[in-house]
């Protein structure tokens, strides 16, 4: 519990009804005791409503240092409670319990053994709106209520409509403003990078802003009018463009240029961009501010760049990344010597004097490439002359020796080494890939043929799949190729088989199936009944029809119709009414069936529609046993009966449930009309 030192707490330091606000207003110190969990407050004056609400008089109090334990692992408040006017000091681990009116949190703090933080919630209690206002100032200089909309109107003629916006506590009403009628300029910037601002009546749709003048936009290309709102004068818009030539979707990615002078920002506000095409006199799209994301766009001048070291407006020789570039890099201010060095070794350098070169004079040093291969200058043989290491052991290039200082073998024709040489598969139908005119620079090579064709090669045109299409340097050759049946029977070449090559010695003609002599298509075909030994026409055939409307004795069903057939029998929905499955013949005329849960339906019970009552089921439940009830049942002195009433005519149906028969469960009723 709090231990508070010698003093009363809740001294009243003054009672004044004339403070604004309740909270702390000296702000107590705060110390952790380490190796105790505990923390001391030490003497701190405060303000506090003497209810939650807010409401009535507003006394400032002195609470004297206390010490409060912490618990571990959780966010804990050390707050100042009115209590009932004699105020304390708590920790509290629920917000909710806090309200800024007589209960004030004046620490946040949290313990994980003796690591202790905390953070401190300042003094409200001395100038609270005051300080309100700053933060909202400095924090979100306008913020719009309603209203503000972009839009156009006519040709390129701009639009933002009436609404309101916050400054700090001042609620400012805007009217509406028209580029037509009111004040409208457009800002750009000159080649001194300063802003000139003109006079326009609508936004601009031909030109683009290049950080140091207007440019020209491309034909086809976008340019981007960022549309700003000034507060302070009644009806003035301000107008930027993008600063590039944008094609649509680099348009539609544009940010907010970042060279815009602070001056914009503070006296004025955002309303959105419009978007529009070269030429054209309504725009491709209008963004509203309020709705879409803007953030300022990258640095495009050099220039603009902060914390560059060294050089001068035009000359910058700072760099911590590589320097990508077909133009000379020009230093301007190297004194003595220049120190490249490698980015991973710093032990690896290299240094180039420039100390005794003569004024008015250039000497060119050529750096390695990114191979490391560095071009060495020969004064009698030009760079033409030189072998370039990229033409090196590749077509229409210089041929490279291995390390016996011979040709190696890939860099000599085949027509040479004299073996054969595979090029690919080949489509004798189509000639595809098409073979070449043989000559002594193809010698050797081979196709294999994997699509037979009668392509006319040299006089050849049988062509099979396997064979062989070789050039002997003047012509090209067929070789046969024998991939498919090597023989039959033991019998190569055009083989005619016996009935011996085939084990079929004890089979005469006559024991061979016969033909069947007619038939209908898609019928079942049988084994003569007569002969015995000749196929014939049953007559039937198979039947998909899942409906099964044929009727017929010459259709048999497929398993699928079966089953199509029985899963589109009908669900039965109770107190519905169904042809009965049993019609007993036809004696009872046509027969219906009603299924039921606990009673009957109530067209059977009213409406006198019922003439006969043919048969039911009952299932029911006594308060000993459960039963089934099929035309009539008695269950000792228990009854469930299903009656007709009256003696004759049509007449309604009544279920009757005697005794301990409690409850009557599914059941059904057949029944005429």
């Given at each position: 519990m709090p231990i508070s030192k010698g003093g009363n707490n809740g001294t009243i330091s003054n009672s004044s009804t004339n403070y604004i606000s309740s909270g702390t207003v000296i702000k107590p110190t705060i110390t952790y005791n380490t190796g105790l969990g505990t923390v001391t407050i030490g003497d701190g004056t405060y303000r506090f409503f003497h209810n939650t609400e807010y409401i009535g008089a507003i006394t400032e109090h002195i609470i004297i240092e206390t010490t409060v334990p912490i618990n571990e692992h959780i966010a804990s408040y050390i707050c100042a409670d009115y209590n009932s006017g004699t105020p304390i000091i708590r920790v509290i681990t629920d917000t909710s319990q806090f309200n800024w009116s007589n209960v004030i949190p004046i620490y946040t703090v949290s313990r994980d053994g003796d690591y202790f933080s905390y953070v401190d919630w300042d003094a409200p209690g001395n100038g609270l709106p005051n300080k309100m206002h700053d933060r909202l100032i400095r924090t979100n200089r306008f913020s719009r209520e309603f209203g503000l909309s972009l839009g156009e109107e006519g040709i390129r003629n701009i639009i933002v409509s009436a609404g309101t916006v916050w400054q700090g506590v001042y609620r400012n009403s805007m009217n509406a403003v028209y580029s037509s009628t009111d004040i409208c300029r457009l800002a750009y910037t000159l080649v001194d990078g300063t802003f000139a601002i003109t006079n326009v009546t609508q936004y601009d749709n031909t030109q683009y802003d290049t950080g140091v003048g207007l440019a020209i936009l491309t034909d086809g290309n976008y340019t981007v009018n960022w549309i700003f709102r000034m507060i302070g004068n009644e009806k003035e818009i301000i107008v930027f463009l993008g600063n590039e030539d944008y094609d649509l979707n680099a348009a539609k990615a544009s940010q907010l240029p970042d060279n815009i002078p602070a001056s914009f920002f503070t006296n004025g506000m955002l309303i959105g961009r419009i978007i529009v095409q070269k030429g054209a006199d309504t725009a491709t799209q209008i963004d509203s501010a309020f709705t879409t994301m803007f953030s300022a766009s990258t640095v495009t001048n050099h220039e603009g760049l902060v914390g560059l070291q060294g050089g001068d407006v035009t000359h910058?020789?700072?760099?911590?990344?590589?320097?990508?570039?077909?133009?000379?890099?020009?230093?301007?201010?190297?004194?003595?010597?220049?120190?490249?060095?490698?980015?991973?070794?710093?032990?690896?350098?290299?240094?180039?004097?420039?100390?005794?070169?003569?004024?008015?004079?250039?000497?060119?040093?050529?750096?390695?490439?990114?191979?490391?291969?560095?071009?060495?200058?020969?004064?009698?043989?030009?760079?033409?002359?030189?072998?370039?290491?990229?033409?090196?052991?590749?077509?229409?290039?210089?041929?490279?020796?291995?390390?016996?200082?011979?040709?190696?073998?890939?860099?000599?024709?085949?027509?040479?080494?004299?073996?054969?040489?595979?090029?690919?598969?080949?489509?004798?139908?189509?000639?595809?890939?098409?073979?070449?005119?043989?000559?002594?620079?193809?010698?050797?090579?081979?196709?294999?043929?994997?699509?037979?064709?009668?392509?006319?090669?040299?006089?050849?045109?049988?062509?099979?799949?396997?064979?062989?299409?070789?050039?002997?340097?003047?012509?090209?050759d067929k070789v046969d190729a024998y991939e498919g049946v090597v023989s039959v029977a033991g019998r190569t070449g055009v083989v005619t088989l016996t009935k011996a090559d085939i084990s079929l010695t004890n089979v005469t003609d006559d024991a061979q199936v016969k033909k069947i002599a007619s038939s209908v298509s898609g019928n079942i075909a049988t084994w003569d009944g007569t002969t015995g030994d000749t196929i014939s026409d049953s007559g039937l055939s198979i039947d998909i029809d899942g409906t099964l409307t044929a009727n017929s004795d010459t259709k048999i069903p497929s398993q699928k119709a079966v089953k199509t057939y029985i899963d589109a029998k009908p669900t039965y929905v109770l107190n519905t009414e169904y042809l009965s499955p049993e019609q007993h013949g036809g004696i009872y005329g046509t027969v219906y069936r009603q299924y039921f849960n606990a009673s009957l339906p109530s067209s059977l019970t009213s409406g006198n529609t019922v003439a006969m009552l043919i048969d039911y089921s009952i299932r029911y439940v006594t308060t000993a046993n459960r039963g089934v009830a099929r035309g009539w049942s008695q269950d000792g002195a228990n009854t469930a009966t299903i009656n007709l009433v009256g003696t004759s005519g049509k007449s309604n149906l009544l279920l009757w449930l005697s005794g301990t028969i409690t409850t009557a469960w599914l059941g059904w009723v057949d029944y005429t009309k």
């Open positions: 910058h020789y700072h760099s911590d990344q590589p320097i990508n570039t077909t133009n000379d890099v020009v230093f301007n201010s190297i004194k003595s010597s220049t120190l490249i060095k490698d980015s991973t070794d710093n032990t690896k350098n290299a240094k180039f004097n420039v100390s005794d070169i003569t004024t008015g004079n250039t000497r060119v040093y050529n750096l390695p490439d990114k191979n490391g291969n560095i071009a060495v200058g020969l004064d009698n043989v030009t760079n033409d002359a030189q072998v370039k290491r990229s033409e090196m052991a590749i077509a229409n290039g210089v041929a490279t020796l291995d390390t016996s200082g011979k040709l190696t073998t890939s860099q000599i024709p085949e027509a040479i080494l004299g073996g054969l040489n595979f090029q690919s598969l080949w489509n004798a139908n189509t000639n595809t890939p098409t073979i070449p005119t043989a000559s002594t620079l193809n010698k050797g090579h081979y196709y294999k043929v994997n699509v037979a064709g009668s392509t006319l090669i040299d006089g050849i045109s049988d062509w099979t799949i396997g064979d062989w299409i070789v050039s002997n340097g003047t012509i090209w």
